[in-house]
DNA sequence: GTCTATACCCCGATAGAC
DNA sequence: GTCTATCGGGGTATAGAC
C-alpha cells in the first residue's frame, strides 16, 4: 500500500537488529508452516518477545510478511540479475532459467517464502513485473519471428514455478535436468 | 484424509440440496474473495442458515471448501477427458492444452476456485495426479527421444496455470492465443 | 434428521501503562 | 521499546430444540 516511511539508515541500530530477526523468523515459519500457518504469537515467541511489541516494529503481520517476502526476492533478483549479465545475450534465457532454478534449489525455504506469497493478495505484484523482465531478456537473446514473448515469457516462468514446486512435494525430482530440459526447449523455440 | 462416509445415494433429498447449495456459495465466495476471506458465517449467511448448520453438514470449513474444489474440478476433467478422447492421439496434446485453458476461460469462477485450492494447504493433491495423465497423453502421441515426460508434463502444466493466471489480472489477455503458442511450443518439442 | 444457541480458544489489532 | 488488557471475528465443539 504505501511505500517505505523511513530510510533504511534513519532507523535506530536495536530496531535495525529486531527487523532482521523478525523477517528471519518469517521466513522459517512461512516456510514450515505456509502463510496461513504463521501467526504473530508465534512470530514474536521465536523473537523472544510479544505480538504487540512486534506490531511495534511493523504496522501489521502483512507488513512483517511482505518484509521477508522483499527480503527474500531481492537475493534471488540481484542473483539472476548477476548471472544474465554475465552472460552473452544469445545465452540469456539460458542463464536466467538455470539461475533461478539454482537458487530455488539452494534456498528452500526462501521457495516456499515465494511461492506463498504469489497467492496471498498480498501478492497485489502486477504479473508484468515477472514477465517484462525475461521478456527483455529474450528480445535481446535475437529475433524471434513466432512468439509473443509475453506469453513466451509467462509460459516459461509458469515452467519454473511447476518445476520447483514438484521438488517441494518430491525432494528426489531433479531440477538441474528440468533446467535443462526446460532450456532446451526454450532454445529450439527461438531457433524455430 | 478420510474417504466419503456415505454413498451419494444415501443421502437424504434436503442433505443433497443443502450440500449442492453451500458447494455453489462456497465457489462464488471464494472466487470473489479468495480462501482466506471466505468464512464459515458467509457461507451460512450466503446460504441462509448458521455456521453450525454448515458443520453439521460438513465436518469442518476445510471439508466444504475441499468439497467445493471437487466439484469444480471434477467437470474440468470431464470436458478435457471427453476433448482429448475425441482426438486422434497424435493432437491429444493439442487437445489437452486447449480444452483446458477454453474451459477455465469460460468459467473464471472456477478458475479462482482451482488456483485459490492449489496452494492452501488441502491441497494434498500429490502432484503426480496432475502431471501423470499429461505424460500419458504426450506419451501416446508418438515416440519421443529427447524429452522426460514428466517433466515435459510439469512444464505444460505450469505454462498452462501461468497463462490462466495472466488473464486473471489482465481480462484483455488473449489466452486463445497463448494457447495455440503453448500447443507450437509442444508439437515443435515432441517432432524434435 | 435438521438445525439454533452458546461457549471456547486463537487470531490480528488497538489503547494505554510502565 | 515493550508490556498487559481488551476487542471483534474467526473456526470448532457440544447441548439440545424441533
Redesign the interface.
Known amino acids: 500500500m504505501s511505500r517505505r516511511e523511513r530510510a533504511e539508515s534513519e532507523l535506530t541500530l536495536t530496531e535495525r537488529a529486531r527487523r532482521r530477526q523478525l523477517i528471519e523468523a518469517t521466513v522459517e515459519l512461512v516456510a514450515e508452516h505456509?502463510y496461513?500457518?504463521t501467526s504473530l504469537a508465534r512470530i514474536a515467541e521465536r523473537a523472544g518477545i510479544t505480538k504487540a511489541a512486534v506490531l511495534y516494529h511493523f504496522p501489521s503481520k502483512d507488513a512483517v510478511v511482505r518484509a521477508a517476502h522483499e527480503h527474500v526476492l531481492t537475493a534471488l533478483v540481484a542473483e539472476v540479475a548477476t548471472a544474465v549479465e554475465a552472460a552473452e545475450p544469445a545465452r540469456g534465457p539460458a542463464a536466467y532459467i538455470r539461475s533461478m532454478i539454482g537458487h530455488l534449489r539452494e534456498h528452500p525455504r526462501h521457495t516456499r517464502m515465494i511461492?506463498?506469497a504469489m497467492?496471498?493478495?498480498a501478492a497485489k505484484h502486477?504479473?508484468a513485473e515477472r514477465?517484462r523482465p525475461l521478456a527483455q531478456i529474450l528480445e535481446a537473446a535475437g529475433p524471434n519471428p513466432?512468439?509473443?514473448l509475453r506469453?513466451?515469457a509467462?509460459?516459461?516462468?509458469?515452467?519454473?514455478?511447476?518445476?520447483v514446486?514438484?521438488q517441494l512435494?518430491?525432494p528426489a525430482y531433479d531440477t538441474a535436468?528440468?533446467a535443462e530440459?526446460?532450456v532446451?526447449?526454450v532454445e529450439?523455440?527461438l531457433s524455430?
Open positions: 505456509g496461513a500457518g511461492t506463498e497467492t496471498n493478495d502486477e504479473s514477465w513466432r512468439a509473443d506469453t513466451l509467462i509460459i516459461i516462468s509458469g515452467g519454473i514455478d511447476a518445476i514446486a514438484e512435494g518430491d535436468a528440468a530440459q526446460l532446451a526447449l529450439t523455440e524455430s
